[in-house]
């Protein structure tokens, strides 16, 4: 599976933006999907997840209230939109997909994924 991540920028404090990651080839609607992110000199760490149809989402607490996941199936994409961005929000944000039966929770840890995009970098300015 290629995914393709796009999106990110340069902003300032309280702005928004927002990724995609398409599927090419792919029928993302068999995929779990989640956006990781890394700071420099950090960890990679966990920002969202959605469950294949969509109705089930996770967030990092760092996240909740600011960020929405979400897919169109149809357009073979999903999305992270992130509001009120703080220059803690600063990093490389990837995406990452996994194959997975309809039922399955969903995945939080970078090790559950198999297939990774490239990344986008996003910077908040204060």
């Known amino acids: 599976v290629q995914l393709q991540a796009c999106g990110g920028g340069l902003v300032q404090a309280r702005d928004s933006l927002r990724l995609s990651c398409a599927a090419a080839?792919?029928?993302?609607?068999?995929?779990?999907t989640g956006w990781f992110r890394q700071a420099p000199g950090k960890e990679r760490e966990f920002v969202a997840a959605?469950?294949?149809?969509?109705?089930?989402?996770d967030y990092a607490n760092s996240v909740k209230g600011r960020f929405t996941i979400s897919r169109d199936n149809a357009k073979n994409t999903v999305y992270l939109q992130l509001s009120n961005m703080n220059p803690e929000d600063t990093a490389i944000y990837y995406c990452?997909?996994?194959?997975?039966?309809?039922?399955?929770?969903?995945?939080?840890?970078?090790?559950?994924?198999?297939?990774w995009g490239q990344g986008t970098v996003v910077t908040v300015s204060s």
């Open positions: 959605i469950s294949r149809g969509g109705g089930r989402t």
């Open positions: 080839g792919h029928d993302v609607s068999r995929l779990f």
């Open positions: 990452a997909a996994k194959y997975g039966i309809l039922t399955a929770a969903v995945p939080i840890s970078a090790d559950d994924y198999n297939y």
